[in-house]
């Protein structure tokens, strides 16, 4: 209770409620850790045009099905070898491999998420429009 005989909630007791939520996120180490990480994802997205290395719809079909960087600890690199082949080579450039055509599986999924966020974007500012005129 406050002087005035009140309860006082927890926005005030800081001042701005949004800083009371930041604060109280602050406190849960699980939650810091998903904020840090999702703030993360939405930077890698909004710069997918400048850190891709590949366009989105860039093809290597020499390269197709091209494992990614876990691939050069655990390929067999003999030609000799009867398990060796030569697609289950790790090819530097494609960090997270390539799909069936040669497609570079790391700058599809940076675009895909850009167009995610940029759709989830636009459907907000439409049910905003639609609410509004309600």
């Given at each position: 209770?406050?002087?005035?005989?009140?309860?006082?909630?927890?926005?005030?007791?800081?001042?701005?409620?949004?800083?009371?939520?930041?604060?109280?996120?602050?406190?849960?180490?699980?939650?810091?850790?998903?904020?840090?990480?999702?703030?993360?994802?939405?930077?890698?997205?909004?710069?997918?045009?400048?850190?891709?290395?590949?366009?989105?719809?860039?093809?290597?079909?020499?390269?197709?099905?091209?494992?990614?960087?876990?691939?050069?600890?655990?390929?067999?690199?003999?030609?000799?070898?009867?398990?060796?082949?030569?697609?289950?080579?790790?090819?530097?450039?494609?960090i997270?491999?390539?799909?069936?055509?040669?497609?570079?599986?790391?700058?599809r999924?940076?675009?895909?998420?850009?167009?995610?966020?940029?759709?989830?974007?636009?459907?907000?500012?439409?049910?905003?429009?639609?609410?509004?005129?309600?």
């Amino acid at each position: 209770m406050n002087k005035e005989g009140s309860t006082m909630d927890e926005s005030n007791k800081h001042g701005n409620p949004v800083r009371a939520a930041f604060q109280k996120l602050l406190q849960n180490k699980l939650a810091t850790v998903c904020f840090v990480v999702l703030i993360l994802e939405i930077l890698l997205v909004a710069l997918a045009p400048f850190i891709a290395p590949y366009g989105y719809e860039e093809q290597d079909p020499a390269h197709a099905l091209a494992p990614g960087f876990w691939a050069q600890w655990t390929a067999v690199t003999d030609p000799e070898d009867s398990k060796y082949n030569a697609r289950d080579q790790y090819v530097p450039g494609h960090i997270l491999g390539t799909d069936q055509y040669g497609r570079d599986t790391l700058s599809r999924l940076l675009y895909g998420g850009l167009c995610l966020h940029r759709h989830g974007a636009g459907g907000r500012r439409h049910l905003r429009s639609v609410g509004g005129i309600l």
